[in-house]
């Protein structure tokens, strides 16, 4: 099983009380975000490295759960990628280790997911809805200074009449452009746009896959600090103190 894809489909995390998260001795553990928000189930996790072995790793946490008692699962060949699960069926919890081969050491997630917990997804979408999408997929992800949200979608159209769309979709919720580029990339045409709100921006890019299919990803950030620059202004600073840098 891939292993981002078992990340996925295997470990969501808890909306409510801050529950530990699993933690492999000697290594440090660095904390993702606060709240990832996907189809509307929480992750909470976090990743760490070692020097271990993927199988010494996943030893160890299929032995931790079972000597406490817990159901545990374990999936994958454990020479390059690897998960092991525990289920806490009394608090509704499920405890993962995602592990992969990555240049020469053990690279694991650690995930925690509350199974009684959802959330409509929509409460949290900030990005405009695209109509007539094939294909889209949201990624939510909240922390103390604000939010970011990432969207990967197909649309049966071209680049120009998805850049319509899109267009419309962002000023009918009061954004405005503050950039638009066309490039090429390996051949096909390219298109990025970039969005502000007052605090919010949105980067929306768009490649011609097909005649008539275009891939988009789109990616929201905001911040919920009342002393927050606006993007639009920190974007023309940024850009500015890049050409005066330039010989």
Do not use: C
């Not at 299929?62 to 994958?76: F, I, L, N, S």
Request: neutral net charge; hydrophobic residues 40%; charged residues 25%.
């Amino acid at each position: 099983m891939n292993a981002l894809r078992a990340l996925v489909l295997l470990v969501p995390l808890l909306a409510s009380a801050e529950q530990p998260l699993p933690v492999y001795p000697g290594t440090i553990h660095t904390r993702i975000g606060n709240d990832l928000l996907i189809g509307g189930e929480y992750y909470r996790l976090a990743y760490f490295q070692t020097g271990d072995s993927l199988q010494q790793v996943a030893r160890y946490f299929q032995k931790h759960w079972t000597d406490e008692g817990y159901p545990v699962t374990v999936d994958g060949d454990f020479r390059e990628e690897g998960v092991v699960s525990a289920f806490y069926t009394r608090e509704g919890l499920i405890r993962s280790i995602v592990l992969k081969q990555h240049e020469g050491k053990t690279l694991g997630f650690s995930v925690l997911k509350d199974l009684w917990v959802r959330e409509p997804l929509a409460r949290a979408v900030k990005l405009p809805p695209l109509e007539g999408a094939l294909f889209s997929s949201d990624v939510v992800l909240r922390d103390e200074a604000g939010g970011t949200q990432a969207r990967s979608s197909l649309l049966e159209a071209s680049i120009e009449q998805a850049r319509e769309k899109l267009v419309k979709a962002f000023a009918d919720k009061g954004y405005a452009i503050i950039r638009d580029t066309r490039v090429k990339l390996d051949g096909k045409s390219q298109r990025v746009i970039e969005f502000s709100r007052g605090k919010e921006q949105a980067v929306v890019s768009m490649i011609q896959v097909e005649p008539n299919l275009v891939a988009l990803q789109q990616t929201w950030v905001g911040s919920d600090r009342p002393d927050a620059v606006p993007n639009d202004e920190a974007v023309k600073a940024a850009r500015l103190k890049h050409r005066a840098a330039q010989p």
